[in-house]
C-alpha cells in the first residue's frame, strides 16, 4: 500500500521568499514520486516528476525537489515566491505495480503575501 | 495534444436522481482515470481503463456507480439515484501506458453540486 503525508495544510510566504512545501511518502516498491498544483476550478497541472533518475528535479515555474530515500521524503522547493505561486499544491506517489494509478496527499495551500 | 476535456463543468442536481459525466482523454492515451475529489481532500481513486477494459475498481465506488468506456475512447461515469455524499469534484486523467510509469493528464473537472 502506499500513501503521502502532506505536513501543513497551509503555508504563507511573503513575495520573494523561499518557498517549501512538504511531502512524505511511503511505498513498499520503489516509487515514481509527482507534484502538481491545482487552481481554483481546475484540474491539475504536473510541476514535476521523479522516476528514479537523478534525485534532484526540475520542474515548471522555477519549482525543483529531492528525493529522499532515507528520509522518504520529496519536499518541494522555490527560491523565491511570486504572487502567481498561490494555489494549492498537491504531492502523489505511484508505481508499477499499481497501472500508474497514483496516491495523493491531502494538498497544501499556499498563500503568498505582497 | 488538445488535453483532457470534461463536460460538463457543473452539474447541479436533486437527491435521487441520474447523472452521467463525458471525459475526453488525449487522443494517444491508452489509460483514463477517474478520481473524486472532495473540499480540503486530495483526489481519490475511483476506477482505471486500458483501452476499453476496466481494470480495477475502487471499494469507493459503490454500485451505483458505472463506468464505461467504449472502444477505448471516451469515457462516461454515471451515478444513479445520487445521494448528498457525492457532491464533490470528479476529475478524470489520462496517461501513456508503456514502460516506466507516467504522469497523468488531468482534466478541469465536473463539480456536482447535489440539492
Known amino acids: 500500500a502506499q500513501s503521502v503525508t502532506q505536513l501543513g495544510s497551509h503555508v504563507s510566504v511573503s513575495e520573494g521568499a523561499l518557498v517549501l512545501l512538504r511531502c512524505n511518502y511511503s511505498s513498499s516498491v520503489p516509487p515514481y514520486l509527482f507534484w502538481y498544483v491545482q487552481y481554483p476550478n481546475q484540474g491539475l497541472q504536473l510541476l514535476l516528476k521523479y522516476t528514479s533518475a537523478a534525485t534532484l528535479v526540475k520542474g515548471i515555474n522555477g519549482f525543483e525537489a529531492e528525493f529522499k530515500k532515507s528520509e522518504t521524503s520529496f519536499h518541494l522547493t522555490k527560491p523565491s515566491a511570486h504572487m502567481s505561486d498561490a494555489a494549492e499544491y498537491f504531492c502523489?506517489?505511484?508505481?508499477?505495480?499499481?497501472?500508474?494509478?497514483?496516491?495523493f496527499g491531502d494538498g497544501t495551500t499556499l498563500t503568498v503575501k505582497p | 495534444d488538445t488535453g483532457v476535456s470534461q463536460d460538463p463543468r457543473h452539474k447541479i442536481t436533486k437527491r435521487g436522481q441520474n447523472v452521467t459525466f463525458r471525459c475526453d482523454p488525449i487522443?494517444?492515451?491508452?489509460?483514463l482515470y477517474w478520481y473524486r475529489q472532495t473540499l480540503g481532500q486530495g483526489p481519490e481513486f475511483l476506477t482505471y481503463f486500458q483501452n476499453e477494459a476496466q481494470l480495477e475498481k475502487s471499494r469507493l465506488l459503490s454500485d451505483r456507480f458505472s463506468a464505461e468506456r467504449p472502444k477505448g475512447s471516451f469515457s462516461t461515469l454515471e451515478i444513479q439515484r445520487t445521494e448528498q455524499g457525492d457532491s464533490a469534484m470528479y476529475l478524470c486523467?489520462?496517461?501513456?501506458?508503456?514502460?516506466?510509469?507516467?504522469?497523468?493528464?488531468f482534466g478541469d473537472g465536473t463539480r456536482l453540486s447535489i440539492l
Open positions: 486523467a489520462s496517461s501513456l501506458g508503456q514502460g516506466a510509469v507516467q504522469p497523468q493528464h
Open positions: 487522443s494517444e492515451h491508452n489509460r
Open positions: 502523489a506517489v505511484s508505481d508499477n505495480t499499481n497501472a500508474g494509478k497514483s496516491t
